[in-house]
């Protein structure tokens, strides 16, 4: 039995409220979070040293009474502090503290936070689409989304793929880069590329390779043809395509294949798989990166194990549950799960590579 189990029906119900009701609060600081991002806000506040909500409403161009209110929640929240308290709740001052600042507002940082919070708002957005779909079946179109999921991801990731793919990720799977350094330069295809970010990061990591990124969604490739006009650096080795990895005049042209943050929310995975496997030239890879998930269903879970399964119930479920037939897997895809897809897709090599990351986990297949 559990911790829980042993507990009284009383004191379990007690335990549940308090739980909600902390989660309740800290989902709201997420919230607030998600509307000074994208006032700019917290920007604002950088900018100075500390702001009235006169001046924060001045700075940012928003109305006075919502600065006021804004600023106190967060203060009382500990995002900001209260630099100079007074009776006059109009001439109180506020501070963003240092290192906060970074979490809210470096996107270059390992420690940047603030897109977590276009996340939530983004996969809640459709929720009445989401009802229905559990209560009539199929799923909702990653399109229904909005923005906030396709944007706030490219940003959660970027200093992920900015400082550690090219760095720590690829070089651990050796006979990968290997190929990445070596004569003729490499070809790679980024599938399901989404924002492009990991597309640049790649190119820029390994000078001679050309990288075609490729996704179905169209504003997703707008994007990241805007993050490629703000990357001179790569400018005519890297490419992004509109378009479908099974299109016949892309067979057998890459030497790696990768397919990042997306594989368990493909309706039709061994399809994609399939498709990545006819990408291939002789000797080449598929890279998969995905969810560091537990080993097994366990309870209770872990809080990242938590987080995986809110954002499958919400977002990646539904999405992979679009059209007939589809496989549904869900955010929590566990290594057995990519293991068999990868064998349905006509893979004979599969390992998972010996890189440690605390969310993500690597794949490689092989012909």
């Known amino acids: 039995m559990t911790e829980a189990q042993l507990l009284t029906p009383d004191e379990r119900r007690d335990a549940l409220v308090g739980k909600l009701f902390t989660g309740g609060v800290e989902a709201l600081d997420l919230l607030s979070v998600y509307l000074g991002d994208k006032l700019g806000l917290y920007r604002a506040l950088a900018s100075e040293s500390t702001l ?85 079946g199929g799923g909702v179109p990653f399109e229904a989304y909005g923005p906030d999921v396709y944007e706030g991801q490219a940003a959660f990731t970027r200093p992920l793929y900015a400082r550690l793919l090219g760095s720590e990720w690829l070089p651990a ?47 997703s490739i707008e994007l990241a043809r805007r993050h490629l006009t703000d990357s001179p650096d790569v400018a005519g080795r890297v490419e992004f395509h509109l378009a479908d990895a099974a299109s016949p005049g892309l067979a057998g042209r890459y030497d790696l294949v990768t397919i990042f943050e997306a594989l368990h929310d493909m309706s039709y995975p061994v399809k994609a798989l399939a498709a990545a496997r006819g990408l291939l030239a002789d000797g080449g890879s598929v890279l998969v990166g995905d969810e560091r998930t537990a080993d097994r269903f366990e309870v209770p879970a872990g809080e990242f194990e938590r987080l995986l399964y809110g954002a499958s119930i919400l977002h990646c479920l539904p999405v992979g549950m679009v059209g007939e037939g589809a496989a549904g897997t869900g955010t929590v895809m566990r290594v057995e799960t990519v293991r068999r897809y990868a064998e349905e897709a006509g893979f004979s090599g599969f390992e998972v590579l010996p890189i440690e990351h605390d969310f993500y986990r690597f794949y490689r297949l092989t012909l």
């Open 173 to 219: 799977a050796a006979a990968i880069h290997e190929r990445l350094i070596a004569d003729p330069p490499a070809r790679v295809a980024d599938l399901a590329c989404g924002g492009g970010l990991s597309s640049i990061a790649i190119a820029r990591a390994y000078p001679k390779v050309r990288v075609d990124g490729i996704d179905l969604d169209a504003p």
């Open 52 to 136: 009235t909500p006169g001046e924060l409403a001045s700075v940012a161009g928003i109305q006075e009474r919502y600065a006021r209110e804004w600023l106190e929640q967060q203060a009382a929240s500990g995002i900001l502090d209260l630099a100079e308290d007074s009776d006059d709740p109009s001439a109180r001052r506020f501070r963003l503290p240092a290192g906060h600042d970074e979490a809210l507002l470096d996107c270059d940082s390992l420690s940047y936070i603030a897109p977590l919070a276009h996340l939530l708002v983004g996969i809640v957005r459709p929720i009445d689409l989401v009802m229905r779909a559990y209560r009539e």
